[in-house]
């Protein structure tokens, strides 16, 4: 017999229908800049398809658009140093998805800000884990198809920058980073980091200025430069005690 789901779990459904359809729409935009940055139909969808994380695909397409194949490098470890982030949130997720070894590799895929998110935000576990579930397939599957159509758009309409879509990769970074930047030490890092890549950009390849921003952040977090122990603690190093067994 079909458990009858509580209110709290059909809110964390719904939760991951709305985060869901609003992250995927987005992604119509960098189906249209990455053709725009040289490559085409079929690798757009590969990308999307294999890599799905929003913040490293823009980031690989935005170096190679400003520094071609010559840039490959720096684009795949800029992309790299982004998606570092979601192995932080599968370990936060571990209880919630449970056991299984095709279900936590079907999960590997899934774990990402939008979905880490919704998860964590609920307060019992099988809630948590339909917050999860449908949030991940739900832009999963939208993203895809709006990769899918941007990437036709792009070859349709040609100069994305005439739409003003060429913005979108440094809109959607900054609507990432906006909401952390509440301790002194986040606003820190995001002053520092933007000063160097900003300094470095007319004398370095496309994407070092980038890693030389990586680096600064790096160097404050090791040593804690600028914390103190009064500054409110990132959502994600609270550990989350009320994950629990079922």
Not at 24 to 32: H, K, L, P, R, T
Not at 185 to 193: E, K, N, P, R, S
């Amino acid at each position: 017999m079909r458990q009858e789901r509580t209110s709290e779990e059909r809110a964390a459904a719904r939760s991951g229908w709305a985060v869901g359809i609003a992250t995927a729409v987005y992604g119509i935009s960098f189906g249209a800049l990455s053709t725009a940055s040289g490559l085409d139909v079929w690798q757009t969808c590969v990308l999307s398809l294999v890599m799905f994380s929003g913040g490293s695909q823009f980031a690989l397409i935005g170096v190679l658009a400003s520094g071609g194949a010559a840039a490959g490098g720096t684009a795949i470890i800029s992309a790299a140093l982004l998606g570092v982030r979601n192995s932080f949130y599968a370990l936060r997720l571990s209880r919630i998805i449970g056991p299984g070894f095709w279900r936590r590799s079907a999960a590997t895929q899934l774990t990402i800000d939008e979905s880490t998110a919704v998860a964590t935000a609920q307060t019992e576990p099988r809630a948590q884990r339909i917050g999860f579930w449908v949030t991940g397939l739900v832009v999963y599957v939208g993203w895809n198809i709006m990769t899918l159509a941007g990437a036709l758009l792009g070859d349709l309409i040609g100069d994305v920058k005439a739409y003003g879509l060429d913005a979108a990769a440094a809109a959607a970074f900054l609507g990432l980073l906006w909401p952390r930047l509440k301790a002194r030490q986040t606003q820190a890092v995001a002053v520092a980091g933007g000063f160097v890549a900003t300094l470095l950009t007319p004398f370095l390849t496309p994407g070092l200025p980038v890693l030389a921003a990586a680096v600064v952040a790096i160097v404050v977090g090791v040593f804690n430069l600028f914390g103190r122990r009064s500054d409110p603690p990132h959502p994600e190093a609270v550990p989350m005690e009320r994950e629990v067994e079922p």
